[in-house]
């Protein structure tokens, strides 16, 4: 698996030659596993609501190891709704 394998799954197309040439710049291993963790990310931002805006640039992903990055566990909720009390 390659580049256009992670290219083809990662949600956010912008910057695709910068991408690119970050991915040619990561070891073989680390390419392994950016592709098996971003499942987990795409997992993390859809149960969280994730706008696009604020899933990061397919580069900025690369460059910083975002796959090694810890997701919190997806059925904790930040916001709970005040109970009303009649």
């Known amino acids: 698996m390659g580049f256009e394998t992670w290219w083809n799954m990662y949600p956010r197309k912008v910057g695709k030659k910068a991408a690119q040439r970050s991915w040619e710049r990561l070891t073989d291993g680390e390419k392994a596993e950016a592709i098996q963790k971003l499942p987990d990310h795409l997992q993390y931002w859809k149960n969280r609501g994730t ?3 604020f899933i ?3 580069t900025t992903w690369l460059n910083q190891g975002r796959w090694e990055d810890q997701l ?3 059925n904790v909720l930040r916001y709970r709704p005040r109970q009303v009390v009649s």
Do not use: V
């Open 56 to 58: 990061p640039h397919p």
């Open 72 to 74: 919190a566990p997806s």
């Open 51 to 53: 706008e696009m805006e």
